[in-house]
C-alpha cells in the first residue's frame, strides 16, 4: 500500500449566538481536516487543531510531497521524518498541529488495512467507554447578570442530558468569576464535578485571588491559570492551592511536556490530539505522565475526526492507579455551537446518560459525510 495523494479541507462556519472564553468572542467554527489516498482504494482522515489555513499551506508544500509514494505503515519513521523536516524552524504550533492532523490520518489508515481500531493497534484496550464532560458555560452576553441567568439555564440542559461533569470559563475579572462559578456550584449541587478554565487570562496574582477563593467550591480543576510559557507561575501556584492545577493545550511533543513534568508544574496534562503530535506523540506523553503521577485528560475542540482520535487514546489511557477507587480519564466534549463537528459523521459520537462508547470500527471508527465536508469546505 502506498499513499498516492494528499488533500487538505478548510472547514469554515458562522455561527448565530457568538460566544466568549477570556481571550475573544468567537463568531465561527473552522476546522482542518485532511484526507490521505492510497492506491489500495483505503483512505485515511486527520483532524488540525490550528489556523487552518496555515496547517493546510504546511501540509500541501512541506509535508504531502515527502508522503507521497510511501508506505502509510511506517508510522513512527514518518513522523520523525516530517518533525525533522520542520525542527530548525518549527518544533511546536502550526508545524506541530500539521503533523499532528497527518499522524491521525496515518492512524486511521493503519487501522483499516489492518481490519483493527486505531486503540487495539495502540495496546488496548482499558475501556470501551468514558464518561463525558460538557465543554460549555461560555460568557454569551458582557452583561454578568443577564450571563449569569443564561448560564444557568444551559448548566441546568447539561443536567437535564444526563451530563455528571462540566466545565466553565474564567478570566473575565475577580468578581464576574466568582460569582459565576458560585452561581454554578449552587445550581448543580455537590454531586456535579465542576471545572474552570482561563485560557490563560489571568496573570498570576489574579490566579492566586480566584483559586483561593474558589477553594470552598470543590472546583476538580483550574484550567490554563497563567500563560502557557510560565511554567514557575504554574509551578508556583499549584504550590499555593488545593485545586489540581490543568494545562497543555497550548504546549507540543514530549519536549515541552517533558518539562512541565520537571518542573512539576501541572496535577493534569491536556495535550490535544490533533495539536501535540498526533496519536503516535500523544501515547507517548501519556506514559510519560504516568510516569510522572500525572494525569492525562485530553483537550478536545476539533471536528467530529478530532473527537474520534480523542476517543480511540482515551480507550488506552491508563487508569491511575489501578485500584477500586481509581480515576479514569475523561472525554472533553464540546457542546458550543458548531454547524458541523458532529454532522461531518455518518455516526456521530454523542455523550448519552454521561458516557460516549469508543467506535469499535476499524482505523479511527467513523465515516465521513463527504456532502458536508462539501457544503463548509472554504478551501
Ligand atoms: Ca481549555
Known amino acids: 500500500m502506498k499513499i498516492t495523494r494528499i488533500i487538505t479541507h478548510v472547514l469554515e462556519a458562522p455561527i448565530e449566538n457568538s460566544f466568549a472564553f477570556s481571550q475573544a468572542w468567537v463568531d465561527k467554527r473552522v476546522g482542518l481536516v485532511v484526507e490521505i489516498e492510497t492506491d489500495s482504494g483505503l483512505i485515511g482522515w486527520g483532524d488540525g487543531y490550528g489556523p487552518p489555513f496555515a496547517l493546510a499551506s504546511v501540509i500541501d508544500r512541506y509535508y504531502a510531497p515527502r508522503l507521497i509514494g510511501r508506505s502509510p505503515l511506517a508510522g513512527d519513521a514518518i513522523w520523525e521524518e516530517l518533525y525533522n523536516a520542520l525542527r530548525d524552524h518549527g518544533q511546536r504550533g502550526v508545524p506541530v498541529q500539521a503533523l499532528s492532523a497527518l499522524d491521525i490520518a496515518l492512524w486511521d489508515l493503519r487501522g483499516k488495512a489492518l481490519g483493527q481500531p486505531v486503540h487495539v493497534l495502540m495496546g488496548g484496550p482499558i475501556r470501551d467507554s468514558v464518561r463525558g464532560y460538557a465543554t460549555g458555560l461560555y460568557r454569551r452576553s458582557s452583561t454578568p447578570a443577564e450571563n449569569r441567568a443564561l448560564l444557568q439555564a444551559e448548566a441546568e440542559g447539561y443536567l437535564d442530558a444526563g451530563f455528571t461533569a462540566m466545565k466553565t470559563k474564567v478570566g473575565f475579572g475577580f468578581r ?98 490533533a495539536s501535540c503530535g ?35 487514546l482515551l480507550a488506552v489511557l491508563p487508569t491511575t492507579t489501578p485500584a477500586f477507587g481509581a480515576h479514569a480519564p475523561l472525554l472533553e466534549y464540546d457542546s458550543t455551537p458548531h454547524p458541523f463537528r458532529q454532522d461531518l459523521l455518518v455516526e456521530p459520537i454523542r455523550v448519552a446518560d454521561g458516557t460516549a462508547h469508543v467506535p469499535q470500527g476499524p482505523g479511527l471508527g467513523v465515516e465521513v459525510r463527504r456532502d458536508v465536508l462539501e457544503r463548509w469546505r472554504v478551501r
Request: aromatic share 6%.
Open 278 to 312: 498526533g496519536l503516535t506523540e500523544a501515547k507517548r506523553i501519556a506514559d510519560m505522565a504516568w510516569t510522572h503521577g500525572a494525569r492525562y485528560q485530553p483537550h478536545v475542540w476539533g471536528t467530529g475526526i478530532g473527537l474520534a482520535a480523542a476517543m480511540q
Open 176 to 273: 464576574d468569576d466568582i460569582e459565576l462559578v458560585e452561581m454554578l456550584r449552587d445550581t448543580i449541587g455537590p454531586e456535579i464535578e465542576l471545572f474552570v478554565d482561563a485560557n490563560h487570562g489571568c496573570d498570576l496574582v489574579q490566579a492566586k485571588k480566584l483559586a483561593l477563593a474558589m477553594e470552598p467550591l470543590d472546583i476538580g480543576w483550574f484550567e490554563e491559570p497563567v500563560e502557557p510559557e510560565d511554567l514557575e507561575g504554574y509551578a508556583e501556584l499549584r504550590r499555593t492551592t488545593s485545586i489540581p492545577i490543568a494545562g497543555g493545550e497550548c504546549s507540543f511533543t514530549r519536549h515541552d511536556f517533558r518539562r512541565i513534568l520537571e518542573a512539576r508544574a501541572m496535577d493534569i496534562l491536556q495535550p490535544d490530539t
